[in-house]
């Protein structure tokens, strides 16, 4: 199956800095791919869904000055926490829609934890 | 307005039992439906999907799911447990293949 991969998979940072968290996509191209929050021991949230060459376009209540998505290549989507605070910290995860978009499924990254102290 | 719904949030079996682990959907058209199984601290891996082609989809690792339109069901089993089994396993559906809605995920114990 295709291959999504993200980096790093785990990072801690102290409140008020950046982080960036990386998704590729290794043996295909993705015109789009999604980022998803997992609060301990619950599902995924949509963030956003990130098209190659435009704007993302991010889920009610996602501040996207906050969580800066760029996807400037069919093989790499960003995403950068801005002025981390602890309530940040979570289990992000990206994924990629692998085939035309009426048949296409989802590969997800490993996930990324991130831990703001 | 689409949305999933897991109906157990903990399913614990003996290893060598039979695994059922429930998802209802609720959807104005034709779904498409995944199962997603996620170890800890790990990406989600696909099980199988239902898009609208045989009613009954097998997936790997001996998992299958049968589609029932008229009950509105997704639910997925395994004759017998494995302990690697053990791990959260999500249903998924999605409608036009934009936006996927996650049901709140099921943590399925395989005890010795």
């Known amino acids: 199956g295709a291959v999504v991969s993200q980096h790093p998979s785990r990072v801690i940072c102290k409140s008020g800095t950046s982080v960036k968290i990386e998704c590729r996509s290794l043996d295909f191209q993705a015109t789009t791919m999604f980022w998803y929050r997992q609060f301990p021991k619950q599902s995924l949230m949509l963030m956003a869904t990130?098209?190659?060459?435009?704007?993302?376009?991010?889920e009610q209540g996602v501040e996207k000055d906050k969580f800066l998505i760029n996807h400037a290549s069919l093989t790499l989507s960003t995403l950068t926490v801005t002025s981390a605070h602890p309530e940040d910290s979570s289990f992000y995860i990206c994924s990629a829609r692998v085939g035309p978009s009426n048949t296409g499924e989802l590969f997800f990254g490993e996930g990324s934890r991130l831990t703001v102290l | 307005a689409q949305s999933v719904t897991q109906l157990d949030s903990h399913v614990s079996v003996s290893e060598g039992t039979p695994v059922l682990l429930r998802c209802n959907y609720s959807?104005?058209?034709?779904?498409?439906l995944f199962w997603y199984v996620q170890h800890p601290n790990k990406g989600l891996q696909l099980l199988l999907k239902y898009t609208s082609a045989a009613t009954l989809v097998k997936g790997i690792n001996g998992f299958e799911a049968e589609f029932k339109k008229s009950e509105t069901s997704f639910h997925l089993t395994k004759p017998s447990a494995h302990m690697s089994d053990a791990a959260e396993y999500f249903c998924?559906?999605?409608?036009?293949?934009?936006?996927?809605?996650f049901g709140s995920g099921t943590k399925l114990n395989v005890k010795p």
């Open positions: 998924v559906v999605s409608y036009n293949f934009n936006k996927f809605y």
């Open positions: 959807s104005s058209y034709s779904p498409s």
């Open positions: 990130s098209n190659e060459g435009s704007k993302a376009t991010y």
